[in-house]
Every structure is written in structure tokens, then in C-alpha cells.
Nanobody, 122 residues
Framework: QVQLVESGGGLVQPGGSLRLSCAASGRSFRSYNMGWFRQAPGKEREFVAAIGWAGFTTLYADSVKGRFTISRDNAKNTVYLQMNSLKPEDTAVYYC???????????????WGQGTQVTVSS
């Protein structure tokens, strides 16, 4: 199995930027597709972005396309989410997750981190 720990969340003003990191343990990290999801209070968890095991293929939710970039460094066992032009509606707990396939479906992800809070407010 792989264990995931997110970091990099915080408070930022609208239009600002944050970079989230997800550190993975285990020797099988390179074989996993990785995704980012987010969940606001009282709302369902939703897909944000995903990246293939080799880092060459990506998927993005329409709401973040052009603003967020997902990347990975397999040598460091880490996946990143660069978030630019942040909006108040981006406020949520952000989770990284690992899956056997490159999809946007929550139920296909087998391993989850604990989450990191992102708050976008004036």
C-alpha cells in the first residue's frame, strides 16, 4: 500500500496562489495514478485533477482548468497541485488520492490522505 500526507494549505486572498504537496510512502508510488479532490462543508467531495503514473497525462475539472496544474516527481515520491487565480469558491479541504486507473471518479481511488485546508477570503 501507499500512505499519503498533504501539506501546503492555508489562507490566501482572492487572486492569490498556493502550492499543495502530497508526500507518499512506499516503493509502489510510481505505479499509481494520482488525483486531487476537494470538499467544502455541507457539500459532496468533488474531483479537481488527476495525473497518470508516468506524469505525461492529466485530467482537470472544468472549474479549475487553466488555473490549476497537477504534477509529480516520482524520484521524490511527491505529487503537487499548483493553484493560481484562486477564488472564494475554491475554499475546501483538499485531499490527494491514489488509484489503479486515471479517472475522475471518487470511488475508483483506493488510498487517501488526511486533507489540508485551503481558505480563499478577503
Amino acid at each position: 500500500q501507499v500512505q499519503l500526507v498533504e501539506s501546503g494549505g492555508g489562507l490566501v486572498q482572492p487572486g492569490g496562489s498556493l502550492r499543495l504537496s502530497c508526500a507518499a510512502s512506499g516503493r509502489s508510488f510510481r505505479s499509481y495514478n494520482m488525483g486531487w479532490f476537494r470538499q467544502a462543508p455541507g457539500k459532496e467531495r468533488e474531483f479537481v485533477a488527476a495525473i497518470g503514473w508516468a506524469g505525461f497525462t492529466t485530467l482537470y475539472a472544468d472549474s479549475v482548468k487553466g488555473r490549476f496544474t497537477i504534477s509529480r516527481d516520482n524520484a521524490k515520491n511527491t505529487v503537487y497541485l499548483q493553484m493560481n487565480s484562486l477564488k472564494p469558491e475554491d475554499t475546501a479541504v483538499y485531499y490527494c488520492a491514489a488509484a489503479q486507473a486515471l479517472t475522475a471518479r471518487l470511488e475508483t481511488y483506493d488510498h487517501w490522505g488526511q486533507g489540508t485546508q485551503v481558505t480563499v477570503s478577503s
